[in-house]
């Protein structure tokens, strides 16, 4: 008879990230603290090691992969860049945001990174734990969510192991994600013009702003995927979800927002910065609680808020 495998947690230190770079060498998978969430680690240049982050996840291989590298220069080294791409990456790399841009020809990485696409969805991480994976490591990492494809993001090591724990090898435990919402991502296209795929921390008008480009709104699901996080059902808790509630029902668990109160709370104060950092952990909650249900407060339209509202809508698709 054997024993249900349990995946090692290890305070992320010098010691357990070069361990954890041993793991990766040779093929396997670790759950990374990034600036946004808890990301899965496997060598994008393996097509064994992309392989077992789709199957640990359950993900579909249609829905492509985000690569992780250090800075430009690495970057470079598989996606082409234009004039506006090098200009959105120097001034917002690192940091919370993904490129999608044409896949270099014959770039050493997996074909299943692309998911069949002719682009990659690239970005150089801000988090220093992650940055000091990518230094110990000569290849590049492919990073998706730590978690079971569709559902909640995690933002500490407790949210990985509830979710991967026997799936993966390692999770360097890093303690929690400062921003707990994941990367914006644009597409640059060849006539230097921008496309939001996906919203996340970094505004697109702040975006337009250094680009000067105009912005086409992208809402994609099923084979049309273009990059991460485009699925209709997404971030699922695992029941239903109402939005926009001033009460909870009985039978629901609230996730309240500035005046009002709930079983968790994003912001008391009505910050959406600190709402996007709390969003799934009180999704988290909510998930574990007996309550049958789950009612989320009215988030503001406006800033980051576009971002939560954009995970929260596809939680409760």
């Known amino acids: 008879m054997t024993s249900k495998r349990v995946t090692e947690s290890v305070t992320a230190d010098a010691g357990s990230i070069v361990k954890a770079a041993a793991i990766l060498e040779r093929g396997g998978l670790v759950a990374v603290p990034t600036e946004t969430v ?34 430009v220069d690495q970057a470079s080294l598989f996606a082409d860049f234009n004039a506006a791409a090098r200009n959105l990456a120097n001034a917002f790399w690192p940091g919370p945001l993904t490129l999608v841009l044409p896949r270099k ?26 940055q000091q994976l990518l230094d110990v490591v000569d290849f590049p990492l492919a990073a998706p969510s730590a978690n079971r494809s569709g559902f909640i993001s995690p933002t500490s090591a407790a949210h990985v192991l509830a979710s991967l724990d026997g799936r993966i090898d ?17 597409a640059v296209r060849d006539d230097g013009s921008i496309e939001e795929l996906r919203p996340g921390s970094i505004d697109i008008a702040v ?56 079983d968790c709370t994003l912001s008391q104060a009505g910050d959406l910065d600190q709402a996007a950092a709390q969003l799934y952990a009180c999704l988290h909650q909510g998930a574990a609680s007996e309550k049958a249900r789950i009612a989320v407060a009215s988030i503001p339209e406006s800033g980051i808020g576009k971002a939560i509202n954009d995970r929260l809508r596809r939680a409760a698709a």
């Open 38 to 71: 808890y990301g899965l680690a496997a060598r994008a240049d393996s097509d064994d090691a992309v392989a077992r982050i789709f199957a640990a996840k359950g993900r579909p291989d249609f829905n492509p992969l985000i690569v992780h590298v250090r800075n």
């Open 105 to 130: 020809k014959g770039a050493p990485l997996a074909a299943a990174v692309s998911a069949g696409l002719p682009t990659i969805a690239i970005r150089a991480p801000a988090h220093p734990i992650m």
């Open 170 to 186: 390692c999770v360097l435990d890093g303690g929690y994600c400062e921003q707990g919402l994941e990367s914006t991502i644009v």
């Open 207 to 262: 975006l337009e702003g250094v680009q000067q480009a105009n912005r086409t709104a992208s809402q994609k699901n099923g084979s049309g995927v273009e990059a991460p996080g485009q699925l209709a059902s997404h971030y699922a808790p695992g029941k239903p979800v109402r939005l926009n509630a001033v009460d909870a029902a009985a039978n629901e668990f609230l996730i309240g927002f500035g005046a009002i109160a709930g």
